[in-house]
């Protein structure tokens, strides 16, 4: 069955470096999708990505922030400078355009220390 | 006013009963709900969908859904332990497609 891939599984980094987050999309999926899940919290939105642009962006997503379609299969996260406050599960997802059924990777866990 | 409400319970419920778990949202725009389960740990997986009011079933999950009260709720019925999870409630808020806004779960435990 296919499904959503993100690498790495796990992340650890300094305050104020730059990350990126890998994700490859289910490939026939047309919207692509960031969320991140902060310990015992709520799923949050980051943004939503379709036809090479962000289509919708939370007020999390700030100037920091970046999405990126490099190549017809990959869909990266960057964060420039990380925070302490970035410490998260971050989830990739993907959608067919048909039904809004996201169907999620298994994550990547950024540690910002 | 929370966009997506659910309540975190725990809740408990016996093996084979009947797990009822609710959701209200803001908007009385939005037209997509969907219910999602969380094991800790992993990512949420999509259970259930529904864009009409009245009852969706789906092997011993039904959804319902209420827009005039902007209610959501999810039945499993013969709850099993592997139901055990956080169920999660999602809605497209208002008229957009692609901005999911999810609850921040609802704790269920299935005790033998």
Redesign the interface.
């Known amino acids: 069955e296919p499904e959503v891939t993100q690498t790495p599984s796990h992340q650890v980094t300094q305050m104020g470096q730059e990350v990126i987050l890998r994700c490859v999309p289910i490939s026939n999926h047309l919207?692509f999708?960031w969320y991140r899940q902060i310990l015992g919290?709520?799923?949050?939105?980051l943004v939503?990505f379709?036809n090479n642009e962000i289509?919708?962006k939370?007020e999390i997503f700030d100037d920091q922030f970046s999405v990126e379609r490099p190549d017809g299969s990959n869909f990266t996260l960057k964060i420039r400078s990380t925070k302490l406050e970035d410490s998260a599960m971050y989830?990739c997802a993907s959608?067919d355009g048909l039904?809004?059924?996201?169907?999620?990777?298994?994550?990547t866990q950024l540690s910002v220390l | 006013q929370k966009e997506v409400e659910q309540n975190s319970g725990p809740l408990s419920v016996p093996e084979g009963a009947i797990a009822s778990l609710n959701c209200t949202y803001s908007d009385r725009g939005s037209q997509?709900f969907?219910w999602y389960r969380?094991y800790s740990g992993?990512?949420?997986?999509?259970i259930m969908?529904i864009y009409s009011n009245g009852d969706k079933e789906d092997g011993r999950f039904t959804a319902q859904l209420n827009k005039a009260s902007q209610y959501v709720s999810l039945l499993i019925r013969d709850s099993q332990p592997s139901d055990s999870a956080t169920y999660?409630c999602?809605v497209?808020i208002g008229t957009?497609?692609?901005?999911?806004?999810?609850?921040?779960?609802t704790q269920l435990k299935v005790e033998l």
């Open positions: 919207y999708y919290q709520k799923v949050e939105f939503s379709y289509s919708e939370s989830f959608e039904n809004e059924k996201l169907f999620f990777g298994s994550g | 997509s969907f969380q992993k990512s949420p997986e999509l969908s999660l999602a497209n957009t497609r692609d901005k999911l806004t999810f609850g921040t779960g």
